[in-house]
Every structure is written in structure tokens, then in C-alpha cells.
């Protein structure tokens, strides 16, 4: 069965450096999307991509965030200047409809510790 | 704005024994409502959802949830556990129109089955 995939699936990072995060999705999914779980907290929407774009974002995913799709299978999110407050759990989900009842199929994280 | 709210962060039980996870949700407009289980170093994996009709809907393994518009919940029930049902438990929503694909999950309920 199909699905998606991430790595690394632990990262630890220094305050101030740059990371990427990467994922490949479902092969033939053209929706993908970047969500993120601070420890103890809720999993919240980061950006949703389609057609090369970013589609919607949140107000998290600010001037120090980009994603990228660089050669038709890899989805990377790039974190300019890691903060502390970034250390949180980084989901990858894809989907293959752009409809709000299509199913995102969900990566197993990328746990990001900033010390 | 949409939220929603799991109010148990841990539900232990036994096996055998009936669950019911809770999620209650918020919104000014009609939401679709899901239920994702995460087990341990996988990705979320989506159990059930609610899109419409029926307001009692089964998903895999063998659970099920009710749809309670006037009482705005989405308890997922489960008449039996088994120990391999220990994994966090999402409730998530996503605006029908206008919102973008976005989910919007709550806390997470920790289920653990006890022998």
C-alpha cells in the first residue's frame, strides 16, 4: 500500500541554522500539505501547496518557512533561522483530491528538537 | 473560526471493555469531522469521517461515531477494545466551503488498553 514517507525522523538543530525537512508523497497525489505538533499541544495547520504554489497558510508559517517541491517526487520544508519555539513534531499529508471531504494521507513526522 | 476539543488527554482501559473518546466541535459554518489514529512511530491514519446522511458512521476496525449536530460532538465508540488499539486518537474538522482543505485537529486522546 502507498504512502507517505519522511526523513529524517528525528532532527536536532542548533538555534539560528537552517533546516529541511523532507517528504515524498503519495505518487499521484497533487495536494500536499505541512502540518506541525508542539509536545502537548494541538496538531495545527502549516500550508497546504498544489500546482507548484502555495495554496493557503497559516499565520504560523511565516517569512522563515518555504516549501518546495524541487523535482516531482520530494515535498522539503525549509526553516530559514530555527527558534527554540520551533521544536515540534512536522507532519507531511498528501492528498489526491482537492475537495475538503478528500482523505489526507498523513507521513509518520519529523520530530525537530532547536536547542 | 473553527476549533475543536478533545477534553480527555488519556483514557485507560481494559480489554474487552467498551471506550468512547470524545471530541466536541466548533464552528459557524457546516464542518466534515473526522477521527485519525496515530500508533506509535507511524503517521496519522484516518479511522472514519462524517460527511453527510447517516449520522452514525463505521470506520475500520471497528469502531464507529455518532454525529450530534445539536449537541455538537463527534464521540467515537468502540463496544470492545483489544490491546492493539493502544495508539492517540485525533478529532479534526474541515470548513464543507471557503476554508481551503485545511484540517483543524484537536489535542489528541491517548488510549491505552490494559490486560
Known amino acids: 500500500e502507498p504512502e507517505v514517507t519522511q526523513t529524517p525522523s528525528h532532527q536536532v538543530t542548533q538555534m539560528g541554522q537552517e533546516v529541511i525537512l523532507r517528504c515524498v508523497p503519495i505518487?499521484?497525489?497533487?495536494?500536499f500539505y505541512w502540518y506541525r505538533q508542539i509536545l502537548g499541544q494541538k496538531v495545527e495547520f502549516l500550508v497546504s501547496?498544489?500546482?507548484?504554489?502555495?495554496?493557503?497558510k497559516s499565520e504560523i508559517f511565516d517569512d522563515q518557512f518555504s516549501v518546495e517541491r524541487p523535482d516531482g517526487s520530494n515535498f522539503t520544508l525549509k526553516i530559514r533561522s530555527t527558534k527554540l519555539e520551533d521544536s515540534a513534531m512536522y507532519f507531511c499529508?498528501?492528498?489526491?483530491?482537492?475537495?475538503?471531504?478528500?482523505?489526507?494521507?498523513f507521513g509518520p513526522g519529523t520530530r525537530l528538537t532547536v536547542t | 473560526a473553527q476549533s475543536v476539543t478533545q477534553l480527555d488527554s488519556q483514557v485507560p482501559v481494559f480489554e474487552e471493555a467498551p471506550v468512547e473518546l470524545r471530541c466536541n466541535y466548533s464552528?459557524?459554518?457546516?464542518?466534515?469531522l473526522f477521527w485519525y489514529v496515530q500508533y506509535p512511530n507511524q503517521g496519522l491514519q484516518l479511522l472514519l469521517k462524517?460527511?453527510?446522511?447517516?449520522?452514525l458512521v463505521k470506520g475500520i476496525n471497528g469502531f464507529e461515531a455518532e454525529f450530534n449536530k445539536s449537541q455538537t460532538s463527534f464521540h467515537l465508540r468502540k463496544p470492545s477494545v483489544h490491546i492493539s488499539d493502544t495508539a492517540e486518537y485525533f478529532c479534526?474538522?474541515?470548513?464543507?466551503?471557503?476554508?481551503?482543505?485545511?484540517?483543524?485537529f484537536g489535542t489528541g486522546t491517548q488510549l491505552k488498553v490494559e490486560l
Open positions: 505518487s499521484n497525489h497533487l495536494y
Open positions: 499529508a498528501s492528498s489526491s483530491s482537492g475537495s475538503p471531504a478528500g482523505e489526507q494521507y
Open positions: 479534526a474538522s474541515r470548513i464543507l466551503t471557503g476554508g481551503g482543505n485545511k484540517l483543524t
Open positions: 464552528s459557524s459554518v457546516s464542518v466534515y
Open positions: 501547496f498544489y500546482n507548484n504554489e502555495i495554496s493557503e
Open positions: 462524517y460527511l453527510s446522511g447517516s449520522t
